[in-house]
C-alpha cells in the first residue's frame, strides 16, 4: 500500500543532512588548499602540485558514471556513509606515511585518487535521499535542495579561510588531519540524524550507461543537462579571470583577490537563505529561468575593468542568483527521473561537468595569454547571457501544472500508462484529453505532447 508524501519536511533528517553536507564540504574545502600546501611545502615543485590536482579529478570523471550504479545497488544513505567514512583514513594517512618517511610521490598520487573516487557518488547519494526524506513534492525538493547548497556554500566561504588561519599555526600536515576528523563528523551525522529508508530496487537492473541514455532520450531533462555543463564550462573563465583581473590592475593584491572569491561565496550563502522562500511561492522552473537571467546581468560589468568595489558587488549578486537556480534545477532533474535510476542520471551530469570545467580552464589560460582578460570576460558573458536567455524563455512559458503532495506514482504492478499524468487532464483509461488538460508545451525551444507536459513526470522503466 502506497503511503502518501510528507507535506512539510522532516527537519530532524532534513537538518542532519544539510549538517553533514555542511561539516564534510568543510573538510573538502580545506583539503583544497591544505593538500596543495603540502605539496609545495614537500617538494616546492608546482609542476607536481598540479599533478595532485589533476590525480584528484581524474577519477571523478572517469568512474564518476560507473559510481551510479553503485549508488543504485546499496542506496543513498549506505553510500554516504561509506564515502565519509572511507575518506577519513585515506586523507589521515598522507600525514602519516609523511612523519615516517614513507610517503613517496606515486603513493601520495594514489591516495589523492583515491578521495577523487567518493566525490561523485557522494553528491548524487545526496539528492537522490531527498525523494526519501520530503517526497515527491517539486516544492519541498527545491527547498531541500536549496538547504544543501546553503550548508555548501557556507563551507566554501569559510573553509579556505580555516585552512589558511591554521596552516602557519599548525602546519600543513596537521591541518590534514583536521581535514580527515571533518569527514568523521560527517559520517557520524549521518548515521544518527538521518533515518535508514528501504532503498528503490529495479525489477532489472540498468546497465552502467542507462543513466546517460536516458538523458540523452528525455526532451526537457537533456537540454537541462546541456545548460549544466556548459555552464560549468563557462564558469571556470570567470575563476581563471579574476586573479590576473587583481594582479594586473591592482597591483598584485591578493587581499583584493580574496575579496572576490569571498564575494562569491557571500553572494551564493545569502542566495541560499533566500532560495528557501521563494520556492515556496514560484514555480521551481520558471524560478530557475527568471534567476538565469538575473545572474548574467552583473556580469556585464566584468569586460569594462571597473573598481574593484563594483566588481565585488557584481560577483555578490551573480552568485545571489545560483542557488536560485541550481535547487530547482536539481529537484526537475531527480523528480522527472525513474526512481531506477536517478542515481546514474545525476553521476552521469556531475561527470560530464566534471570534465567541462578542466576544459573551460585550458580554453581560459589560453585566451588570457594571446589576448587578455578583457576578450576572456567579453567571451564568458556573452556565451552565458545567450544560455540564460534561451533557458529562461522556455522555462518560463512552459505548463507546469502543480502535482499534489498527496499522489504518489503507482506501484510497479499498476498501468505505466496511467502514471504521474492524472494532473496532466488524462485519467487512467481516458481516451482523450480531460477538461482544462494541458494541451501542448514548449520547453527549452522543443515542442512536447501533452503527456509530456508535466515538468515532473517522465518515462518509467519498463
Excluded at 135 to 157: K, P, T
Amino acid at each position: 500500500m502506497q503511503t502518501s508524501a510528507p507535506a512539510k519536511i522532516e527537519t530532524g533528517a532534513v537538518g542532519g543532512l544539510v549538517a553533514a553536507e555542511l561539516i564534510s564540504v568543510l573538510g573538502t574545502r580545506m583539503t583544497f588548499l591544505a593538500l596543495p600546501w603540502f605539496v609545495l611545502v614537500t617538494t616546492g615543485s608546482p609542476g607536481k602540485m598540479s599533478l595532485v590536482l589533476a590525480a584528484e579529478i581524474a577519477p571523478m570523471a572517469i568512474l564518476g558514471i560507473p559510481s551510479g550504479a553503485l549508488v543504485q545497488r546499496i542506496g543513498s544513505r549506505s553510500t554516504m556513509l561509506l564515502a565519509d567514512f572511507a575518506r577519513a583514513p585515506i586523507l589521515a594517512a598522507i600525514p602519516l606515511l609523511h612523519a615516517a618517511g614513507m610517503l613517496s610521490f606515486p603513493l601520495l598520487l594514489g591516495l589523492v585518487a583515491l578521495l577523487g573516487c567518493f566525490m561523485p557518488p557522494y553528491y548524487a547519494s545526496q539528492r537522490t535521499i531527498l525523494p526519501e526524506l520530503v517526497g515527491e513534492d517539486e516544492r519541498l525538493m527545491s527547498q531541500g535542495n536549496s538547504l544543501i547548497e546553503g550548508g555548501a556554500a557556507f563551507s566554501a566561504l569559510i573553509g579556505p579561510a580555516i585552512a589558511g588561519l591554521l596552516i602557519p599555526f599548525i602546519g600543513a600536515p596537521n591541518v590534514l588531519y583536521v581535514d580527515a576528523a571533518t569527514y568523521f563528523v560527517a559520517f557520524l551525522l549521518v548515521l544518527v540524524l538521518v533515518p535508514r529508508r528501504k532503498p528503490v530496487v529495479a525489477a532489472m537492473r540498468p546497465k552502467v550507461l542507462a543513466g546517460v541514455r536516458f538523458l540523452l532520450g528525455d526532451k526537457l531533462l537533456g537540454p537541462l543537462a546541456a545548460v549544466v555543463v556548459a555552464f560549468g564550462f563557462f564558469m571556470p573563465g570567470v575563476s581563471a579571470g579574476l586573479p590576473v583581473y587583481a594582479f594586473t590592475e591592482f597591483d598584485g593584491s591578493a587581499r583584493i583577490a580574496g575579496l572576490f572569491y569571498a564575494a562569491l561565496g557571500a553572494g551564493a550563502l545569502v542566495g541560499s537563505l533566500v532560495a528557501v522562500m521563494a520556492v515556496r511561492k514560484t514555480a521551481p522552473l520558471r524560478l530557475s529561468g527568471l534567476a538565469m537571467l538575473a545572474f548574467v546581468v552583473p556580469l556585464w560589468v566584468l569586460p569594462f575593468l571597473p573598481p574593484w568595489p563594483v566588481v565585488f558587488v557584481a560577483l555578490f549578486a551573480a552568485m545571489f542568483c545560483t542557488p536560485l537556480i541550481n535547487g530547482p534545477l536539481i529537484a526537475v532533474l531527480t523528480l522527472r527521473t525513474p526512481d531506477e535510476l536517478r542515481a546514474m542520471v545525476i553521476t552521469a551530469v556531475i561527470s560530464i561537468n566534471t570534465l567541462a570545467a578542466p576544459l573551460g580552464f585550458v580554453a581560459a589560460g589560453l585566451v588570457i595569454e594571446r589576448w587578455g582578460v578583457v576578450p576572456l570576460f567579453t567571451a564568458v558573458v556573452v556565451g552565458i547571457t545567450w544560455m540564460a536567455v534561451a533557458t529562461a524563455r522556455s522555462s518560463c512559458a512552459i505548463a507546469m501544472p502543480t502535482r499534489s503532495p498527496s499522489r504518489r506514482p503507482p506501484s510497479r504492478g499498476q498501468d505505466q500508462a496511467a502514471s504521474w499524468t492524472v494532473r496532466a487532464g488524462r485519467a487512467r483509461g481516458s481516451r482523450g484529453p480531460k477538461r482544462n488538460a494541458v494541451r501542448s508545451c514548449r520547453v527549452l525551444g522543443v515542442d512536447l505532447p501533452p503527456r509530456r507536459c508535466e515538468w515532473a513526470s517522465g518515462p518509467r522503466l519498463r
